[in-house]
């Protein structure tokens, strides 16, 4: 595999990141780069660790893999977009009482980790092809690093012109990510 082509798996592996960053960025009451820089550190981290998982499973299970990936990414995806959906519902006041701005760390690893699901089933494919699996990975990590820190920067300027409906349209695009990657995939879709 060219280094072209992993360039463009690597960023079509990263959009899914970058659509569930706008989401976390739109909580930030004002951009802060550190935030952001950090939110991407743990995405691209997470997405550079799942296809070398997938490719090391690949070696030794590819089908067993591939058969349950994308229920995973559908249950934690739709599971976390319903649960923004829900925040932004709340009104000011008793959003102030039990919510803050930043989703914790344990949200932001759950929501990495639902987004680097398919990352993990490209390595399980990787597995079957000639490629440089820690080329691949880190190409990978960079771009959804870069993608999430730009996504969450992006999110927290739309989410100051938009307020809570950002919320809920961040929501809204982390259950249908859940969605086309668990039913897509299981129709053949995706």
Do not use: Q
């Not at 960053?21 to 550190?41: H, Q, R, W």
């Not at 058969?67 to 249950?75: C, E, F, G, Q, R």
């Not at 870069?146 to 999110?155: A, E, F, Q, R």
């Amino acid at each position: 595999m060219s280094l072209i082509t992993l360039v463009f798996l690597a960023f079509a592996m990263s959009t899914d990141a970058f659509a569930a960053a706008i989401s976390k960025g739109v909580k930030l009451k004002t951009p802060e780069l550190s935030y952001a820089l950090k939110t991407g550190l743990i995405f691209g981290s997470v997405e550079a660790i799942t296809p070398v998982v997938g490719w090391l499973l690949g070696r030794a299970a590819a089908t067993y893999i591939e058969a349950w990936d994308h229920w995973v990414a559908l249950i934690i995806l739709v599971g976390l977009g319903t649960h923004m959906i829900y925040d932004s519902m709340k009104d000011d006041d008793e959003e102030a009482k039990t919510s803050n701005s930043k989703p914790s760390l344990l949200i932001l690893m759950l929501t990495a980790l639902g987004t680097s699901i398919d990352a993990m089933a490209v390595g399980v494919s990787l597995a079957f092809i000639d490629v440089n699996i820690v080329l691949a990975a880190s190409l990978i990590g960079l771009a959804t690093f870069s993608m999430v820190t730009i996504g969450v920067m992006l999110g927290s300027v739309l989410g100051s012109f938009i307020g809570k409906r950002a919320e809920t349209l961040g929501g809204l695009v982390l259950v249908a990510l859940g969605l086309w990657i668990g039913l897509g995939d299981s129709l053949g879709v995706s």
